[in-house]
């Protein structure tokens, strides 16, 4: 049987720490060799990382091991750098001692693997990940073409998730999660509005909790039907077991949720 988070119509019995969420995604899942564990861990411990919340010590410990593979991991399988980047610089951010940060930086930027990306918002993922470590050049035009593509308010006033995903994921880049101002312009907030307008009509916590979350971001007060609904859907996953993690898994919805509530 394989570890899921299940999203049924009732609270759950007893929360989950911190530290038994961390066995549950590192161990608990799928296999290590899968490339959902990559991303399912990537989003736990970017999570994690900018929760605004007292973490233990032992909420890391699951992946001391893991930690120590990851260099040879990304050598191997370069095509997920980003996931592995990511994982190694949360990991370090929240106390696990090491410098493969670093390293791992110049080595993704020696071999220049952001320029093979075809998708801006990827492109933006690999910069705001080197640059964590690293002085790197940026594209100068980059942003703009961000900024013009969340701007154009009409695209989401129509139903369109992959692109109301990438607008709440680029406004997280533009936010540096939280570390920054991301200066969106009149037109990007009215996106949101949009995005989010037609995320609660569809009754699709996932993507609206993602929305919530870039609205705060950018320092906006979401609505309070939209976050209560967004909390209610967190408090409405409950960990359990099921044959396969598949479309029935609600473990994205229970991590943005919570990260949010």
Known sequence: ????????????DQAIDFASLSTLFAHGRRAKDDVFWLKENAEWLGIL??????????????YEEIYQDLAAKITFFPQYYRFFLSLCLDLEDLGLRGDQGAILCH?????????????????????????????????PSLQDRLENFISRSM??????????????????YLADYGQQDPRLSDAAHISLDNAGL?????????LLGEICAAK??????????????????????????????????????????????
């Not at 394989?2 to 759950?12: G, P």
Request: proline content about 3%.
């Open 1 to 12: 049987m394989t570890n899921v988070i299940d999203l049924k119509s009732r609270r759950q």
């Open 49 to 62: 990382a900018n929760v605004d919340a007292d973490k233990p010590r032992d909420a890391i410990a699951p």
């Open 198 to 206: 037609l995320a609660f009509l569809d009754q699709d916590a996932d």
């Open 155 to 172: 695209t989401f006033a129509l139903p369109n998730k992959k692109a109301a995903y990438e607008l709440a994921h680029i406004v997280f």
């Open 216 to 261: 705060r971001l950018a320092g906006e007060i979401p609505d309070k039907v939209w976050e209560s609904f967004v909390c209610q859907a967190h408090n409405d996953c409950r960990m359990g077991h099921i044959g396969m993690a598949g479309s029935a898994d609600g473990y994205h919805t229970y991590l943005v949720s919570g990260w949010l509530a």
């Open 107 to 139: 080595w993704v930027d020696r071999h220049q693997f952001a320029r093979a990306e075809l998708s801006d918002l990827q492109r933006a993922e690999a910069e705001r990940l080197l640059a964590r470590r690293i002085c790197v050049r940026r594209d």
